[in-house]
């Protein structure tokens, strides 16, 4: 009990856990209207675009005798995965190239750039590694107050707007013969997703934060049919195995965001695994209850001889 209670008085590991929290509770939000826009990779590829932000920031940090060089590292990764977040939604609304295309581009365009950056920087690939795999460690009062700030904003527009964007994530023509703005509704979704992976750097990294965002929604597919009920369980088990993956590596040497990972797809397998199961004991039930005779009116007519085959 005494090594939990000099664990939450570390100061570090306060900024840590509650950096951890705020990035579990906001990343499925976002990831519950990715997976109904069937954009489950949209975080990977804005991922390796905030990669090239993260090296320009390093760039422009050295050219300006900064220290840390890297302090403007995460500014320049939220500046550039916005900028490429909004860039993919037009490509893709214009039609100009298929989506999986233009994440194609992102990919392989974001990580070589970062890589190149980086060296004329001054520095090396290994400088990336704590931005690709995540550093809870190095979380600092500005960071934390950056995370606070963007996940307040990602929590705001993913929920306040919740009805309209699951309007436009769910049938697009139909939002759009309601009157919603779509194309403000649409980039508004593109911008939250850029704010999300950048937020969610420090914690698990770059290349690991869509898992974050997509498996606790998967999860919550599984054990309910409810949109709303689907982005709460999803934040649920987002804030439980960030908060628990970080309370074990302070005890063991392993990665914190791999670790995350990895305890959120165990999750997964387990609800996966037990679900078939769950499935045949619940009660089938009437698929119309407003109307409480809809069930019976076959049996009965059928009883009756009134039913032609």
């Known amino acids: 009990m005494s090594e939990i209670t000099y664990m939450l008085t570390d100061p570090l590991m306060q900024r840590a856990l509650l950096a951890a929290l705020l990035v579990g509770a906001a990343a499925p939000v976002v990831g519950t209207y ?3 826009r069937r954009l489950a990779l949209l975080g990977d590829g804005i991922g390796h675009v905030a990669l090239t932000g993260v090296a320009l920031g390093w760039l422009i940090g050295s050219a300006m005798g900064l220290v840390p060089n890297d302090v403007l590292a995460v500014p320049g990764a939220v500046v550039t995965a916005v900028i490429g977040s909004v860039l993919i939604e037009v490509v893709r609304r214009r039609g100009r190239t298929s989506g999986d295309l233009a994440l194609a581009i992102m990919f ?69 013969s309601s009157g919603l703005p779509v194309w403000a509704l649409n980039m508004a979704v593109a911008v939250l997703a850029a704010l999300t992976v950048t937020v969610a750097m420090r914690v698990v990294g770059l290349l690991l934060v869509s898992a974050l ?46 670790l ?5 797809i165990a999750v997964y397998a387990v609800v996966a695994g037990l679900h078939p199961l769950l499935a045949r004991r619940r009660p089938a039930g009437d698929p119309h209850p407003d109307i409480p005779d809809d069930v019976e009116v076959a049996p009965r007519a059928s009883a009756r001889g009134d039913c032609t085959p």
């Open 260 to 264: 995350i990972v990895v305890l959120a």
């Open 108 to 176: 392989y365009g974001g990580i070589a750039g970062g890589v190149l950056i980086i060296g004329i920087a001054g520095g090396s690939s290994g400088s990336l590694m704590a931005y690709l795999f995540g550093s809870i460690s190095t979380v600092t009062t500005t960071d934390l107050v950056l995370t606070v700030i963007l996940c307040a904003l990602i929590l705001a527009v993913g929920v306040g707007l919740r009805a309209a964007l699951f309007s436009v994530s769910h049938d697009e023509e139909f939002a759009i």
């Open 213 to 258: 965002m997509i498996v606790p929604v998967a999860i919550g597919q599984l054990v309910t049919h409810s949109f709303r009920r689907t982005m709460a369980v999803g934040s649920v088990i987002g804030v439980l195995v960030c908060v628990v993956g970080l309370s074990v590596t302070y005890w063991y040497p392993v990665s914190p965001g791999a």
């Open 34 to 36: 990715l997976v109904q």
